[in-house]
């Protein structure tokens, strides 16, 4: 199917007004046009996935500045229904990163909520970005009613544009998945949803040594938090200080491997391994 997507950079008003269209159809809102021409005039662009013409998915990126360091914040990707999860959105990150670096930039940044798999997934086991910084209620409380209570935690998922040397990552990704041991256990709710740590083994204060550690997150959160909204703000909660605690001490996530459902784990390394 891929090979019938088309990616190419939009900058024709009328080209802008066809993505906000579909931003509308699929967010239930749309960036002003003054805001996508200043993302374009400023250091951004805008990216739109084609079939036979018709726009079927878009990425908005901008220019950041933080701590000193200039990178692209990639700002909004999204597919309509029909085309998802067939790697047109892994296809508009890999047209982005090679715009990216005709730019000049060396590193590209997104968000990500950490307990959602399928981005997890697409961030580090397909783009091979990573993650040290952990951000708490970054939106504050969000419109949907499932969402209502569970804050809005987000992960910083940062990209090297110009390392290209996957062969090596990808062997040191295998190399420590041998070794690396679970931080903490889950089971089973009475109506089979999964629940972590029930027995709170995690020690916020303990000194982590080992090069590599296994973190479960759920496959599906969302089935998560319209089912059960306080086992959701469970999860969020206790991940959130297992998160602060591992990246505290250096450690980063650099994969996230698809286990037996319900249940997949992210990879936490030593930063100083992959020379973060």
Request: glycine content about 6%.
């Amino acid at each position: 199917m891929l090979e019938s997507v088309k990616v190419k950079q939009v900058v024709a008003l009328e080209e802008l007004e066809q993505i906000r269209q579909l931003e509308q159809a699929i967010c239930s809102t749309a960036t002003p046009i003054y805001q996508l021409t200043a993302y374009i005039q400023n250091g951004g662009f805008i990216l739109g996935a084609y079939v036979d013409e018709q726009l079927i998915g878009f990425n908005y990126s901008y220019a950041g500045f933080a701590e000193g360091e200039y990178y692209l914040y990639s700002h909004l990707t999204a597919v309509t229904r029909s085309y998802r999860e067939q790697g047109v959105a892994e296809l508009l990150k890999l047209y982005q990163k090679d715009l990216a670096q005709e730019y000049g930039y060396k590193k590209c940044k997104w968000i990500i909520d950490p307990l959602e798999a399928i981005h997890g997934h697409g961030s580090f086991a397909k783009l091979r970005g990573y993650a040290s910084t952990y951000k708490v209620d970054t939106h504050g409380p969000l419109e949907e009613s499932y969402n209502s209570k569970i804050p809005s935690d987000r992960l910083v998922v940062e990209r090297l544009l110009n390392d290209n040397d996957n062969a090596r990552w990808d062997a040191q990704i295998e190399e420590l998945l041998e070794e690396a041991q679970e931080l903490v256990t889950w089971s089973y709710t009475l109506d089979g949803l999964p629940m972590l740590d029930t027995q709170a083994s995690f020690d916020a204060t303990l000194k982590y040594y080992k090069d590599s550690y296994l973190l479960p997150i759920p496959q599906y959160f969302s089935k998560i938090k319209v089912e059960n909204p306080s086992l959701a703000e469970d999860w969020r909660y206790k991940t959130r200080i297992i998160f602060d605690v591992m990246f505290k001490q250096g450690y980063a996530i650099v994969h996230l491997v698809k286990g037996q459902e319900p249940m997949h784990f992210y990879l936490l390394v030593k930063k100083a391994l992959f020379a973060l």
